[in-house]
């Protein structure tokens, strides 16, 4: 299993394909656009079975070419692929002997997508996944979801309750045994090697029914992998939420899946495309915080791709080819610290800075322990000057950044042996970042651990606070609870204090009247100053009323909840002093 979780780290970069009988609506029935992700339009709109099924007879993607979607993929630097082959529609884009409402049996098209894009894969030495909704279907009386009927805000129920209304006399094990374990056997017998096994939407099944499903994966091929939405803690890496980004570097396997617009399936209306840059930035964000990315593309019902699509892919392509040694099989930086100029990747004795627009040369990195033999432009390939220098114990390296043109420019950077960073949190271009995994929890005084929180959440909030997934600190609401900072400033100055809160899935940011305190305390245990919050921005970053006056040196950050609400409890990303000007 370690092998094959290292080869998942490897492989970094992935495509996700949304596709089924939902791409041919196109996000539109009977007249009526959804606002809502296209595949979740047979519950939006609540069809009918028997209307939903005539979809089958109208599906002949002629223009689906599992090769040319295989290349595309492989130009934009990905190496994995992962489809749904069954999404909760409960259509199968495969043959199945357990269930005919699938893509051979069904549909005029009368052909296995599953099988050609398996075979497309192995010819072009892509790692092949398997998307499985395997406890919503609804297609199915007995399928989950019933017992939890309300997804309020997208006004979409989890389970079909339009054509099966009543709860009484349902029974999972029922669709589970019947359906869901014959239909993974089919996958995972029928297609070759699976790379992984990307379940979703743990609704209703039952921590028995979660292990038997990973224990009959693992029976069948003990190297595929499962994602941790399964269910009920098993997994062997984590899915984070839709379109989530993590706070901090992971060191549990971990990948987020995130969309080109706003939809997963086909929507002809939804123009709203994220551009190259902002995927670019993505990709190396998450290679920096050692999180895989699952890029999704969604064809048209005909099995065409958007031009936005191939467009955007092409373009991560071209920027990928010239530093692709600085993404491909690296792990994340592997520092405690955030740097605000730039994002950091590392391959063994290597690190590699991706820089922002604006980075300021000479670049200063505090804190590299381990010394540094040479700095290479990674698209021009010439050397780059560097000095090293120690000012009151905290090791600096300066690098004289040559002057670019290029989008996010990055350098390789070779170490005289394994990078090793000073273990004291240190500002870094005059900011200060402190995340809630670096904190100790303290409760009247006495320590107070912070449980994890993620991994078979079941989409449960925690009863406690706790670190979800990503790295954020959820679900605050004890005012008896610190977090306390050991870090150090390299020099005095003016500081502004911010918090930032976790980005929420299609939430806009709004102010939380949320009361939060941040006392400073100098390495004699005086206090040095104090900022405060009245509010909080949800799903933002809020600013404190007053500035920071602090010396440079060791300090002891204190931040407490002055009036946490049990039904309003805070969620934090990080906390961040930014310098402004220099005092004596």
Request: with cysteine; glycine share 8%.
């Amino acid at each position: 299993m370690k092998e094959a979780i290292e080869e998942f780290y490897d492989a970094r970069f992935g495509m996700f394909i949304h596709w089924g009988l939902y791409s041919l609506l196109a996000g539109e029935w009977q007249g009526q656009r959804m606002d809502d992700i296209g595949e979740w339009i047979m519950s939006y709109h609540r069809i009918p079975i028997a209307e939903y099924e005539k979809l089958a007879a109208r599906f002949n993607p002629t223009k689906f070419d599992a090769d040319a979607i295989v290349r595309m993929a492989r130009a934009a630097g990905m190496r994995y692929l992962v489809i749904t082959s069954k999404h909760h529609e409960g259509f199968a884009l495969f043959k199945s002997d357990a269930d005919p409402y699938n893509v051979v049996d069904a549909t005029p098209f009368g052909r296995d997508i599953i099988a050609e894009l398996s075979y497309a894969c192995r010819r072009h030495d892509m790692k092949f996944g398997l998307y499985y909704s395997q406890a919503l279907d609804w297609h199915e009386r007995n399928a989950g979801g019933w017992d939890d009927p309300a997804y309020l805000p997208a006004r979409r129920p989890w389970a079909n309750i339009w054509d099966f209304p009543y709860s009484a006399g349902k029974d999972f094990e029922e669709y589970f045994s019947r359906k869901v374990l014959p239909q993974v056997t089919e996958l995972l017998t029928r297609y070759g090697d699976i790379f992984l096994m990307w379940f979703d939407t743990p609704r209703t099944i039952s921590a028995e029914q979660s292990e038997r499903l990973y224990r009959h994966v693992k029976t069948l091929q003990p190297r595929c992998l499962v994602n941790s939405r399964i269910g009920n803690g098993m997994g062997d890496y984590r899915s984070l939420g839709d379109n989530q980004l993590p706070v901090m570097p992971l060191t549990f396997p971990t990948e987020s899946p995130v969309t080109l617009n706003d939809t997963w399936g086909y929507k002809h209306y939804d123009h709203h495309w994220k551009d190259s840059r902002d995927i670019i930035d993505k990709r190396i964000r998450l290679a920096a915080r050692n999180v895989n990315f699952l890029l999704n593309i969604g064809p048209r019902g005909d099995g065409s791709i958007p031009e936005e699509t191939e467009r955007i892919l092409s373009q991560v392509g071209s920027w990928t080819a010239g530093c692709a040694e600085a993404l491909e099989e690296t792990r994340g930086n592997p520092s405690p610290y955030e740097f605000p100029w730039g994002s950091v990747t590392s391959k063994g004795s290597r690190l590699y800075f991706f820089m922002n627009d604006g980075a300021k040369t000479p670049l200063v990195v505090n804190g590299l322990v381990t010394k540094v033999k040479a700095v290479t432009d990674l698209r021009g390939g010439g050397a780059v000057d560097f000095s090293h220098s120690d000012a009151d114990g905290i090791p600096s390296l300066s690098i004289a950044l040559p002057v670019s043109d290029a989008y996010r420019p990055a350098y390789r950077v070779e170490l005289a042996g394994p990078p090793v960073f000073s273990d004291v949190i240190t500002d870094q271009d005059g900011v200060l970042s402190l995340y809630p995994h670096g904190a100790a929890a303290l409760k009247h005084g006495a320590p107070q651990p912070i449980p994890r929180h993620g991994l078979g959440d079941r989409y449960m909030r925690p009863a406690h606070m706790a670190l979800e997934g990503s790295g954020a600190l959820i679900n605050w609401k004890d005012p008896g609870v610190s977090l306390v900072w050991e870090a150090a400033l390299t020099r005095p100055g003016v500081y502004r204090a911010r918090i930032a809160t976790p980005i929420r899935y299609n939430a806009e940011p709004a102010p939380a009247p949320r009361r939060l305190e941040l006392a400073v305390y100098a390495a004699d245990g005086a206090r040095e100053a104090r900022a405060q919050w009245s509010q909080l921005i949800d799903s933002g970053s809020a600013e404190a009323a007053e500035p920071l006056a602090l010396s440079a040196g060791p300090k002891r950050f204190v931040l407490r909840c002055a009036d946490c609400a049990e039904d309003e409890p805070v969620s934090l990303e990080c906390v961040s002093l930014v310098f402004e000007e220099e005092t004596e």
